[in-house]
DNA sequence: CCAAATAGTTTATGCTCTGAACTATAAGGA
DNA sequence: TCCTTATAGTTCAGAGCATAAACTATTTGG
């Protein structure tokens, strides 16, 4: 657990343990490593026998319940040298789940088969700020019915939804207890207005964790920090392949890291944070923005510093290479506590790579004993679409580790 | 090692989910039950049936199997208002596991009963640094056998044991990696002549994070930083009771986190590290020892250093002022990462702690924006047998949630 | 001394995995 | 073409474990 929140649906095994529980246990187990295939070599019921270590007649009676839940599909067959050959399993490629996300500047949907794979998915450009959360979640969920529909008339079910949000989340995974970016505090969304019909729920999640476990399923490496560019930085941490967010859900936030104790005050009530610094609002006033007409929106903003960098604007440059001087500061000390091995950069700070990298390494390099290699520093390849996959992520994971929800 | 709420039953489950699983798990269950209640109010069949929502009939079948392995013994009588009175159940006091520590310039052998007390324990001084690994375990060895036999001349049977060093230990808890102050490098210490006869193995651990474990057993937060003052400063950090140590145990490591980017050079390679503020040569050299004939031994040293704090010395003062300083600062960055609440001093800090405390606290709460009360800062109470108590914690672990492994 | 209450055990039953026998299907060789 | 060999998957009896309900044991309180 390392720890690693309970996820809800952990919370349906009662205190003890039953029987049942090994049944569930194995279920979870036998449709991971039918998730775990690519559709070059997909497993059949022998080969999951072997591997797992049940027997044949386990695995058969196991596959049969995976199959009439509707998660696993028979597709071909699988010739093995000689004897009779196996028959294929893969991920129902008809049911999928919802990845939701609301942002500053948009509201984003997307439907994300059982394999992970994106369908199909709508971005509504809309400033979010104004309204209050019931307005916001009004529009999601007519975007989010209108997707619903979209994806029944192409044959896909969908079982179940995630939403991220700009803010922290509470451990249980059911309030907004801040969005500063959106003006949220102790927001409880309903969540089930999102999918009403879905025989899942809903669940709740954080944008940068979001965004760090979608770059999870593109990434070998199984300890990792995403650093998220935003107004502010947030963080994201994988350990061993596990989101680790920590009892309340503020582990990762490597934004509020201090890297210079005489430095300016932040938001977050403390001084000198790595955001004060390499924050987009930060770099953009310190690249001398600060009174720019751009400044009203953030892509503009962004725009406007890209194309002083091209320039060779010596305030921008310089303000960047600070940022990527304490970003490299920052993560060498984060490594210390919580030793991941790669990083990777999304939001501005994967836009500003170019920019950032010298004086990222020279730093990372520094003050970390040359623990991360050049080709351990990767930008985001997902931009945009991290958030809503990772959130969809999130429901799909839970409907792999816990299959027997969805028992007929 | 890395923590994971998986639950309980489904634990040391080789893959497989085989139906023995659940006796597993639900052995350590009955038994975890009956470990956390006080002799005071000792616990019944019925009061563990109803904890753990077990049957009656599974509980008392359960017992009967901790019984005859020894684990659990049956008290006394404990009388509900009415009815017939249950029998109160209790961890064998005669079962006891073996804790030992190499340090610089002590060995320390203890036996700790299955409830977590001290029964006896024995160091002695020797300076270790000369010795190679084989030279060390052998006198180790020799010290533990004598212990052994003391305890079994009470009556007390031995199940297993931990060792506690001052190095990196692998993954697999086998190698030690690096020992510097011990001048140790990929040693592979020969536990199993510790403690040749007894059922279990023994475990090998970090001495910070030893620390760490046998300070939660004292402390009602679930999630802590312990700062283990030695030569340099080691971490050991405990997330929802379990001691967090990362993918390859380097987690924790609060000593190498960078609170100046301009300060000096660090032994780990790095630069700037709180190590070179707060280890307690830092502090000594810092306070004007850097020549004086008691650096040749730690506990001079440290003597002395505090007879100038008591003098009012100046530059002593403001070295350990600015060791809380910087300790504050790292602490409160570490916090952003794995957000624990609560602080222990250990090591030369918990002795320093009068002098350190103010400027401690003041950037503690500067920089982390007051999430810590003063309370939540605490001193370590063991003292130096806490990594006795902590490695013998470790074994203790071992059989508490692996109780199978002990059946006849 | 008996009723009510609580503790713990016995017994019949059901669930889930296992192992071995059995059926199904293909490749390769005579 | 047909038989042997190899592999996939199913069926069925059996073992382990938890459950529920009935039963025994022990105490308080009237």
Known sequence: MVMTATPPYIQGVPGAGHMEAVRRGNLALVLGRIAETSPAGRRSRAQISALTGLTKASVSSLVLELISSG??????????????????????????????????????????????????????????????????????SQQCAVTAVAAEKEGIDVLGGG???PGLIDAAGQVVVSAPNLGWKNARPDLRVLLPGSPLGVVLCNEANAAALAEMDHQSDTDFMFVSGEVGVGGGLVVGRELFTGADGHAGEVGHVVVDPYGSDCLCGGRGCLETVAGQDAIADAAGLAGHPARSSRSLTLSVLLGLLKEGDARALSAVERAGFCLGLALASSARIVPFTSVVLGGHLAVLDPWLRISLMDSLQRYSAGRFPSGNVLVSALGSTGALLGAAGLALRWVLEAPHTLRR
């Open 71 to 140: 998660l696993v599909t028979e597709v071909g067959l699988n010739q093995q040298s000689r004897g009779r050959p196996g028959v294929e399993l893969e991920l129902n490629p008809n049911k999928a789940v919802l990845g939701a996300e609301i942002n500053v500047d948009y509201l984003a949907v997307g439907v994300v088969s059982l394999a992970g794979t994106l369908l199909m998915h709508e971005v509504r450009e809309r400033d979010n700020r104004p309204h209050g959360v019931e307005r916001v979640m009004a529009a999601l």
């Open 163 to 165: 939403l991220a949000v």
